[in-house]
């Protein structure tokens, strides 16, 4: 196991009704403003909830903040922050919005190009706006970890950053939320989630025991709940445990001491920036490619996986890894995902060599666990994936 250090000052205030508990969370004599997206928090009550807990507190309301948001919407609440003098920042969403508000919190006294903070993947450590979180969907776990995705719509590019300024002070997860969420929101949601135990988890044994059973149990719990949950989003124990997995899957514990992978995340942002695609239908794409073309640096732990989460029996490694990707896309196709890039936008062709270009340009040559997702490998995956 790999040395650690596990630091994250998220309160979580997790159940049914906890909406109200916003009134005791919001520092008193905040001047808040409150961030949202594209008016899904008028459709299911969500908004009346949050307006009643804060009841008294001074609040400007800033909504928009698109799906993958975007840094010229982002910069226009950061001039709103600065102008009025507000100091206090709630997310009302999913993880566009409070990754919205991690960059609005880091940018309002940013000195210089607010968009260094993406082009420098900066970490940001200190002088951030405090901020809390009303989830509205459970996917990303942004609601408990300090990281960040940003899109410059200028540009079509999707960045991500981060850093320990970047926690939530605090994050409300009401299970109840998931109820007027649509079908597509819901299979993202699974999908988003498995992958991130996925990418770090599936990378080479490390001797973390314990890290390892809890991202198969994260992995348990999703294929056993994720096609039942899509189906039955009011049945509230089907909803908590989706959503604690969520949160779980990102919320710093399981990559402590173990190597990582992320190179699915890295080429699926690029598919999301290209064409406008889920971020969680891009992990789909992308992931079972991955896996097979990274087979011989991955199959100790395929098998591991194949074993424990999908009960393969049997005794060769390498069969039992295959299987285990078998099983990987088959329940991807359970979960309502296309698999096919093509399926997803008639431009793909030249895809790979864009998405190479691009990293190279970066100096992204040496992604995954060990560097081992070279500009050769990305091109053989995404081709894979067409
Ligand atoms: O914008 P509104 O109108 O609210 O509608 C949203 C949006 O269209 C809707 N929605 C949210 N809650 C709802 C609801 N509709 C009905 N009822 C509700 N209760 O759902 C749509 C998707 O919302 P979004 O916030 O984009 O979804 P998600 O939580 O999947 O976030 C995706 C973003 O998070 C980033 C992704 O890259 C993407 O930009 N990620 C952030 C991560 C992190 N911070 O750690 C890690 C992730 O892997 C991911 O990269």
């Not at 997803?344 to 190479?356: E, F, K, L, R």
Request: proline share 4%; charged share 20%.
């Amino acid at each position: 196991m790999n040395n650690f250090e596990l630091y994250n000052p998220t309160r979580l205030v997790f159940g049914e009704g906890q909406i109200a508990k916003l009134k005791d969370l919001v520092p008193k004599q905040a001047r808040v403003i409150m961030v949202y997206g594209g008016g899904s928090i008028f459709k299911n009550g969500i908004y009346e909830q949050v307006k009643a807990a804060l009841e008294g507190f001074t609040v400007t309301e800033f909504g928009g903040i698109e799906a993958n948001p975007h840094y010229e919407t982002l910069m226009k609440a950061v001039e709103l922050i600065r102008s009025e003098k507000l100091d206090f920042i709630l997310a009302v969403g999913g993880g566009s919005v409070i990754d919205g508000a991690k960059f609005i919190s880091a940018a309002v006294h940013f000195e210089g190009d607010t968009k260094e903070i993406l082009y420098k993947r900066m970490s940001i450590r200190e002088n951030a706006v405090p901020f809390g979180s009303v989830l509205t969907i459970p996917a990303t776990g942004s609601e408990m970890n300090s990281g960040s995705v940003v899109t410059i719509a200028a540009t079509q590019e999707k960045l991500p950053f981060g850093g320990p300024a970047l926690f939530p002070v605090f994050s409300i997860c009401d299970p109840k939320v998931i109820i007027s969420l649509p079908k597509r929101q819901l299979q993202n949601g699974v999908v988003d989630a498995f992958t991130h135990v996925m990418e770090q988890y599936l990378t080479y044994p490390a001797d973390a025991y314990l890290q390892d059973r809890f991202s198969e149990g994260i992995l348990q719990t999703l294929v056993e709940i994720g096609p039942k949950v899509v189906e039955q989003p009011d049945n509230y124990t089907l909803a908590a445990n989706f959503m604690w997995s969520c949160t779980m899957a990102l919320n710093g514990l399981i990559q402590k001491g173990v190597p990582t992978d992320w190179a699915t995340h890295m080429i699926g942002h690029e598919l999301t920036a290209l064409y406008g695609i889920d971020h969680a239908r891009t992990l789909a794409i992308i992931a079972p490619n991955l896996y097979k073309v990274l087979f011989s640096a991955k199959k100790e732990k395929l098998a591991q996986y194949g074993r424990r989460v999908w009960n393969i029996q049997g005794d060769d490694t390498e069969t039992i890894a295959r299987e285990a990707i078998r099983k990987t896309e088959e329940f991807l196709d359970i979960m309502g995902m296309d698999r096919k890039l093509a399926n997803h936008t008639p431009d793909y062709a030249q895809t790979a060599d864009i998405i190479v270009k691009r990293f190279e340009a970066r100096g992204w040559v040496k992604l995954g666990e060990n560097g081992i997702v070279t500009p050769d490998k990305v091109k053989e995956i995404v081709e894979l994936s067409y």
